[in-house]
């Protein structure tokens, strides 16, 4: 970042790296900077992780929502959306919501990723069904 500073790019992968590993405040400060000079919609995605692990659930809400408009056919965003609103929010319905629309998806492409979110939601959605 001493070398450059102004890059987007940059500030996104950075930004990234901090909301795995749960540093949500450098995080989300790296990745609304990287949002003025980089186009990807995978700010969107770990932007809403780092809102999430810190708590900010309504900005979590708002980023995943925001990236479910531009891309629809991404699951994860939705999957992570049920997990917080059944956990975090309280809100079962939506949760339900979400799993289901998951499960009914047909991706154009087919692939680990999407086998395993499909897969996950299966079970979540057993999971919160079963209670």
């Known amino acids: 970042m001493n070398y450059l500073p102004d890059n987007g790019e940059l ?6 790296a901090y909301s795995y590993i749960g540093k949500s405040a450098e995080a989300i400060r790296l990745l609304s900077q990287s949002l003025e000079k980089f186009s ?21 809400e708002e980023c995943f929502k925001r990236l ?23 809100s079962t319905e939506k949760a339900i919501s979400e799993l ?19 897969r996950d939601a299966r079970r979540f959605l057993a999971h919160i069904l079963s209670k």
């Open 68 to 90: 479910n408009q531009m891309y629809p056919q991404l699951l994860l965003p939705h999957l992570w959306l049920a997990e917080m609103y059944y956990y975090k929010l309280g």
């Open 40 to 60: 990807d919609k995978n700010i969107y995605l770990t932007l809403g992780h780092a809102y999430m692990i810190s708590g900010e659930y309504f900005k979590a």
């Open 11 to 16: 500030q996104f992968h950075l930004g990234a």
């Open 100 to 118: 289901k629309f998951i499960i009914e998806a047909e991706p154009k492409i087919q692939s680990d990723d999407v086998r395993a979110i499909k």
